[in-house]
């Protein structure tokens, strides 16, 4: 028998599309402690792409979005937004930031801050009513800052992150303060946007809201990413996948056996006719089930993203994270 080896062309990096973090490092003194908030990170993001940061606090994860916005600078390594520096590709309405707090005036309705701050762009901006309604705010845009709710307040900053029409949205915690029903609608402009080309990257502590609307997930630990993928990729990382399927009754036995040789198979269970395998090849035990053993009514899971995050960066997020004030060291 002779086997074939399939290779594909490595891809292609073209600095000018997306972000490019290169060997990226950021230290600074606590005290008369020097502290490693980011130790080493290489990760690229393609025009288009939704893509979740997520860590525990201390991950590094809020330090790595600063310096993609420009507001720090890497100790060593390099960033480019769009094939410029990241301060340059902020100056240039190529990169926006949807933030926690901060940048609104109460006194102000929310169509006049929106009107203020375009007023500010040097270049042609987004029509001030466009973005006004874009972020769900054109029946309240005449109310004051301070009587909007604070899922409201995060709305009107994205108003604002939109006038440039950037190609890159970066949200730190975006649908804090939001119910259930305005955070899916919020996720719904998103995908939107990034149907027409525009990049967003978050950092979010709900692990829901990463796994329903992230099409990727990059996890960080002690500054470090410790996994990149699909939120499927990242729940397999943890424990691998579950498939089961129900075998006739005579070749139970036999198909335990069978299974518990197949590489990476961690663990085989009999109930009745079910069998249920947890491995890391799903695709070499659903054929095992479903060709060689006659199996039927398969079924495969993953772990969920809670678990995964659990066994990847060995440490949990509590509902406690969701609404924590974030600093440097984050």
């Known amino acids: 028998m002779t086997s074939t080896t399939t290779t594909t062309a490595p891809e292609i990096e073209r600095p000018g599309d997306g972000i490019h973090l290169r060997d990226v490092t950021k230290s600074f003194h606590s005290g008369s402690e020097m502290v ?32 993609v916005l420009g507001l720090t600078e890497p100790t060593t390594g390099s960033i480019t937004s769009f094939g410029a520096a990241p301060r340059r590709a902020v100056h240039d309405g190529r990169v926006s930031a949807v933030l926690q707090t901060g940048g609104l005036l109460h006194d102000l309705t ?63 915690e975006p649908t804090a303060g939001m119910d259930v029903a305005a955070r899916r609608e919020f996720w719904a402009t998103m ?16 692990l829901e809201e990463a796994d329903d609307f992230a099409d990727r997930i990059v996890l960080m630990a002690r500054g470090r990413v410790v996994a990149d993928g699909t939120t499927e990729e990242i729940r397999a990382r943890a424990s691998g996948r579950t498939v089961s399927a129900d075998v006739r009754r005579g070749d139970v036995g036999a198909a335990a056996e069978r299974l ?19 491995g890391e090849d799903s695709d070499a035990l659903a054929r095992a089930l479903l060709t060689e053993l006659g199996g039927s009514n398969l079924e495969v899971t993953t772990a969920s993203l809670d678990a995964a995050f659990m066994a990847i960066t060995g440490e949990a997020v509590d509902d406690e994270d969701a609404g924590h004030t974030t600093t440097e060291e984050d």
């Open 36 to 67: 490693h908030a980011v130790a080493g990170v290489d990760l690229a993001i393609s025009p288009g792409e939704v893509v979740a940061i997520l860590g525990p606090n201390g991950a590094g994860k809020t330090t790595a979005l600063d310096m």
């Open 110 to 172: 929310a169509r006049e801050t929106v009107r203020m701050i375009a007023s500010t762009f040097p270049r042609r901006h987004q029509p001030v009513e466009d973005v006004l309604h874009r972020a769900g705010l054109a029946a309240k845009a005449d109310r004051r800052v301070s009587k909007l709710s604070g899922g409201e307040q995060q709305r009107l900053r994205f108003a604002l992150a939109l006038l440039p029409d950037p190609d890159l949205l970066i949200l730190d």
């Open 191 to 206: 995908h939107e946007d990034a149907t027409n080309g525009r990049t967003v990257l978050f950092a979010t502590h709900y």
């Open 260 to 278: 518990r040789e197949l590489p990476g198979t961690s663990s085989v269970t009999v109930n009745g006719e079910r069998v249920t395998v947890i």
